[in-house]
């Protein structure tokens, strides 16, 4: 019996030694069927269909044909040698001897579409012939050209299609706006797989928006990406409620934790019906009410609002947060003055009922949509079972199979068979936090400007550079009837300092009804009056600061009337002129929309909460200053922080504070040197309600 040693020794002379792996990809690579095919050929089914952990059944089709699509006419014998064959047998010549190296993983396959240049950024998506599917979204030929918006701290959407598809992939014209907003936070940077800065890659960048992701090894190296899923167990839901034909129109409630799914699971539901061929297609609308303050998918932080969309949605909330457009139109909007339903029960579920009332009365037919938010204990499951009782959806999803039971027990005793659990998805990789979500949903909210036809583009600009909208506050002609403030009512000499710089919302009254509960000598019914009697008892109500600031005292924690106003959007209140009696304020908001309030008579009144502070918005010149500075590292100028959060860790020393610039003149900032921290009481005021939790 031959030793190891004597066949190493009766090799033929001039070769080298080969480990069984180099043994093996020898064979693979002199096998005929396993070679790679030509670029006219899809590849074979041997390959795509190879076993991978984690590996989607999607993965398994044959990659497409490109077809007329000029971007995907990239050789694709180049793409499957990288997939199927080691280096140095894709037809260079060489035998491949020398790889002795480990056995690397398989990359891991992301999509059917296979050209060799990868998918992350911003594109559009035009089909020429067959049919594309992407977030749950089906595209055909006459849909026309469909916008997407990838960025690394979503889920990068997976593009499917067949082998008799053609296509087109178009660079997106707003996509070198968004992408200039790295400038002012570095919340935006490290978002979009740009290549490394060289001439040519900044020339290039001018024109290509977008990369296509085929495989793992193809993603940004210092980037954890996720393509979005869709779990077997969603499909298969997905599909059964894609075919209900009934009359009332589907209605679906989504309940569950926080971070399981929901909003994933809504959007994809809400493409899929958008673009399922059948009676739904004649419509082309679903309505969606999103009842999440903190994470809404339309609207700013700290509202809710009924939405009605007739395009599928393929981009993160930040892309489309202004959005009032031919493809999305807010129907009503409610401001609950916070980002959670805890800081008031009562209003956000009169806010809700409000806004399911219009649902009846102007969108009754539509398929709607229901996101709740993820708080499912306590007094947050006695919400949901309030409006699974009210609305009466016909279906009802709690996204998690691991309770908490009393939740399950709780939805499904006013459910009973409507109710049904699916598996939760939370991200394995999260570059950003709900906390930063709502900055950059926030930063890129006014930074947003109209662009047509039908798309929106944004400023890089600081928001200093912007001329601000001044709204007189004297007289009775004056621009608002005065400020508002929800739970908490600041001392009348502090008031003018509690509001400056901060972000409030922008509510129309649209009947003086609407300020029945603030006073209570003067009732709802004693202002049904004519406009001149109705405008005098609302006079009655406002007081003023030294500086002449209206307001109305509101000691009683007591709100607006959602069934008598609504929301129009956020401001943020850049100053106050107290010689000239104005406010300045940036909006998005359009300015013929203000307008047509006031010319209707209706009363504007702006809303002073517990919304999140605009940190974002005070250092946007320090950032937009320092961004392309040679001793300055774009995507480490400061570290990312949780700030004014429930996990804040604002004492911790920023990294690189000397490259914030000079701070001089800056109010509400402040730049810590060497081992500085911030003094005590220097951080967030927040009204503890757990107090004496533990005590015996």
């Known amino acids: 019996m031959a030793t190891p040693k004597r066949r190493k020794l009766e090799t033929s002379e001039g070769s080298r030694p080969m480990s069984a792996f180099a043994l093996r990809q020898q064979l693979l690579a002199a096998s005929p069927s396993l070679s790679p095919a030509p670029q006219s050929e899809p590849a074979p089914e041997s390959q795509a269909s190879t076993p991978t952990p984690g590996r989607s059944p999607a993965r398994t089709r044959p990659p497409k044909r490109t077809g007329n699509a000029e971007r995907a006419e990239e050789p694709l014998q180049q793409q499957v040698a990288v997939s199927g064959s080691p280096k140095g047998q894709a037809g260079d010549g060489s035998s491949g001897l020398d790889a002795e190296a480990p056995a690397k993983p398989i990359p891991q396959q992301f999509s059917t579409f296979r050209p060799n240049k990868s998918n992350s950024r911003s594109y559009g998506i035009k089909v020429i012939s067959g049919e594309v599917t992407v977030a749950g979204a089906t595209i055909r030929p006459t849909d026309g050209i469909q916008w997407v918006h990838a960025p690394h701290c979503h889920g990068i959407p997976v593009v499917r299609c067949s082998d008799e598809t053609t296509l087109e992939l178009h660079p997106h014209p707003q996509a070198a706006s968004l992408r200039k907003l790295e400038r002012l936070s570095p919340l935006f940077r490290s978002l979009w797989n740009e290549p490394e800065e060289t001439k040519s890659s900044k020339k290039r960048a001018a024109v290509d928006t977008y990369k296509i992701i085929c495989t793992a090894d193809d993603a940004p190296k210092r980037a954890l990406i996720q ?4 779990l077997p167990a969603w499909n298969k839901k997905l599909a059964g409620l894609a075919k209900i034909k009934q009359d009332p129109a589907l209605s679906v ?8 799914g929901k909003s994933t699971f809504g959007r994809i539901l809400s493409n899929r019906l958008l673009t399922t061929p059948g009676q739904r297609r004649v419509a082309r609308s679903v309505a969606i009410l999103d009842l999440d303050p903190g994470q809404p998918e339309y609207t700013p932080a700290g509202t809710i609002a009924l939405v009605q969309i007739r395009e599928p949605n393929l981009g993160p909330s930040f892309t489309h947060v202004a959005t009032d457009e031919q493809a999305v139109s807010i129907i009503r909007c409610h401001s609950i003055a916070s980002v959670s339903p805890a800081s008031d029960p009562e209003l956000y579920l009169e806010c809700a009922l409000d806004l399911y009332s219009h649902y009846q009365s102007t969108c009754q037919g539509l398929p709607l949509i229901i996101n709740t938010p993820g708080w ?3 007094t947050g499951l006695d919400l949901l079972t309030e409006l699974a009782s009210s609305f009466k959806p016909t279906e009802v999803i709690y996204m998690s199979e691991d309770g908490p039971r009393e939740s399950v027990e709780g939805l499904r005793a006013v459910c009973k068979a409507n109710l049904s659990t699916l598996p939760s998805q939370q991200s394995e990789f999260t570059s950003r936090t709900a906390a930063h979500l709502r900055a950059m949903q926030a930063l890129a909210y006014f930074h947003t400007r109209r662009s047509a036809p039908n798309l929106i583009t944004w400023d890089p600009t600081p928001l200093t550079t912007s001329p601000p909208l001044l709204v007189n506050y004297k007289g009775r002609n004056r621009g608002i009837l005065g400020v508002i403030s929800y ?15 901060s972000i409030m919302c922008l509510v129309e009254t649209v009947d003086p009804k609407a300020f029945g509960r603030l006073r209570g000598s003067i009732k709802g019914e004693e202002m049904d009056v004519d406009d001149a009697e109705s405008s005098a008892k609302l006079e009655e109500l406002v007081s003023r ?13 007591q709100t607006l009337d959602p069934r008598h106003s609504q929301t129009l959007g956020l401001v943020l209140l850049r100053g106050i002129d107290t ?27 702006l809303i002073h909460g517990k919304l999140d502070s605009p940190g974002w918005a005070y250092t946007e010149d320090l950032y937009y200053q320092s961004f392309g500075s040679n001793d300055a590292d774009k995507d480490d100028t400061v570290e990312v922080m949780d700030e004014d959060t429930e996990r804040d860790d604002s004492d911790k020393e920023p990294e690189n504070p000397h490259l914030a610039g000079d701070v001089n003149g800056i109010p509400w900032i402040e730049v810590l040197q060497g081992h500085e921290k911030r003094p005590v009481g220097s951080r967030v005021w927040r009204v503890r309600r757990d107090l004496g939790r533990g005590a015996d």
């Open 545 to 557: 600061t030294t500086e002449g600031v209206p307001y109305i005292p509101n000691s009683d924690a």
């Open 227 to 230: 393509d979005l899923r869709s």
């Open 376 to 378: 499912v204990l306590g």
């Open 487 to 501: 739970e908490y009512q600041p001392p009348p000499e502090l008031l003018t300092e509690t509001i400056n710089g």
């Open 253 to 260: 409630m989504l309940c569950g934790p926080k971070s399981s």
């Open 579 to 605: 010689k000239a009696g104005a406010l300045q304020m940036l909006t998005p908001i359009p300015l013929e929309r203000i307008m047509a309030a006031k010319e209707a008579g209706h009363q504007l009144v």
